[in-house]
């Protein structure tokens, strides 16, 4: 009788064992990545683009245009999407660090007084009454712009007018923005 009850305790302690043994190597599986080696590093998301069909059925038309035919859609897209081709106009430059005094001392006194060039001619303000026609005479200064860019840029004043241009130029522009009723400056 005390073996059969030693038997029993041993059979069950081994069946519980089974069982734990069972549970890890269910465990295991459950929460291990079959397709991915542990040794090998993930791999990086794709960082191509995917684009739509439509998309790349146009790009396909336009690669097989000839330079005449891209030309023609160049002109007909400007026209339809109302887009001049008024050169963008920058405000001002890069923001560049200033030298150190001590140095400017130097160079001011090792160069002789350099003669400048080109000039930049500046519309700082104008005056409210004659908007209309400071409107009309920046059209006219500035190449390809229309009456809307350069109301835009007119209220958006104190603005770049031309940049790189002779002293005589800058003077007459200055002269017939000064004419018109607003204030400009050459730089």
Request: aromatic content about 4%; hydrophobic content about 45%; overall charge negative.
């Amino acid at each position: 009788m005390l073996l059969n009850v030693c038997a029993r305790g041993v059979s069950s302690r081994l069946s519980s064992v089974k069982n734990i043994n069972q549970a890890v190597t269910n465990f295991r599986a459950c929460f291990s990545c079959s397709t991915i080696n542990r040794n090998e590093a993930m791999p990086l998301p794709s960082t191509d683009k995917v684009y739509p069909d439509k998309i790349v059925k146009i790009v396909d038309e336009i690669a097989t245009l000839n330079l005449l035919e891209v030309a023609d859609l160049n002109s007909l897209l400007k026209s339809r999407l109302n887009i001049s081709d008024a050169p963008v106009m920058m405000a001002g430059g890069p923001a560049v660090a200033a030298p150190a005094k001590a140095e400017e001392e130097e160079e001011e006194a090792a160069a002789p007084a350099a003669v400048q060039t080109s000039f930049t001619v500046k519309l700082e303000k104008f005056d409210a009454a004659k908007k209309v026609a400071v409107i009309k005479a920046i059209k006219g200064i500035v190449e390809g712009m229309n009456l809307v860019q350069a109301k835009k840029f007119v209220e958006g004043a104190p603005a770049v007018v031309k940049a790189d241009i002779a002293k005589d130029e800058a003077d007459k522009i200055k002269e017939d923005l000064a004419a018109v009723g607003a204030e400009a400056s050459i730089e």
